[in-house]
């Protein structure tokens, strides 16, 4: 894979080196911090720039494509944002980023508005970008799908169930179209924010990992493991 970074100035490209053997897989990084660097060295077009601005999906989407292009890579992963203090504006206040996952089989872009400091803001861009990284790879992942081996999803879904003295028990998830009774509860966990992450084994051998918001009664699919015939 290759980076190409503004805001982070490098960070992500450090964080992801800094795993014994990321040679492995890590080709390089540019860091386009001036708009001549980004025209320069990654081929993003002055055009974009004018028209849309170096903090914008279309210039980190030119990024991420520029520096696969540019360094041979399956994946090129971009970030350009504002990281503060100043330099914000109304429509793109100061921890306004934008992230780009571009790959040989799929284009992926994100926009984030943190509200840290200049480094805090920096090292959640990195954050993202790494989450971002990882659910393109447990989607490719799904054409080997492995019983022991989660897919992220972090989805919205439909969960019938109940709860008692702060204990949840969900009875059926509505997940790709179909209905799984749950059969088997595992560890629930109450989070910093007062949501709780319910661990729930269903019909067929499906596991899911589930968070209820407490407060709304709303429900994301965060993880789910497949039995091997549902690959």
Same mark, same amino acid.
């Not at 982070?8 to 795993?19: E, M, Q, R």
């Not at 914000?88 to 206040?93: A, F, I, L, N, Y």
């Given at each position: 894979m290759a980076t190409a970074e503004s805001c982070?100035?490098?960070?992500?490209? =450090? !964080?992801?080196?800094?795993?014994a053997g990321s040679s492995a897989y890590m080709l390089g990084g540019v860091v386009s911090y001036s708009n001549h660097a980004k025209m320069r060295l990654l081929a993003v077009q002055d055009a974009t720039l004018q028209t849309y601005g170096a903090v914008s999906a279309e210039?980190?989407?030119e990024m991420a494509q520029g520096a696969r292009r540019l360094l041979g890579g399956d994946i090129g992963l971009a970030t350009t944002g504002i990281a503060g203090p100043g330099g914000?504006?109304?429509?793109?206040?100061v921890g306004t980023v934008y992230l780009h996952l571009s790959a040989t089989d799929v284009e992926w872009g994100e926009r984030h508005v943190w509200p840290h400091d200049r480094a805090g803001n920096k090292l959640a =861009? !990195?954050?993202a970008s790494l989450d971002l990284l990882l659910r393109y790879l447990d989607r490719r992942s799904q054409s080997d799908q492995h019983p022991n081996r989660p897919q992220r999803l972090d989805l919205p879904v439909v969960v019938e169930a109940s709860e008692q003295a702060g204990r949840w028990k969900p009875r059926a998830v509505w997940v790709q179209d179909k209905r799984w009774e749950i059969v088997g509860w595992g560890r629930q966990s109450e989070q910093?924010?007062?949501s709780v992450v319910v661990m729930v084994e269903a019909n067929g051998g499906a596991r899911f990992e589930?968070?209820?918001d407490v407060v709304s009664g709303q429900w994301r699919l965060l993880r789910a493991w497949w039995p091997r015939q549902i690959a």
């Open positions: 982070t100035g490098g960070l992500l490209a =450090s !964080v992801l080196t800094d795993v210039t980190a989407a914000g504006t109304p429509d793109k206040p =861009s !990195v954050q910093a924010n007062g589930l968070v209820v």
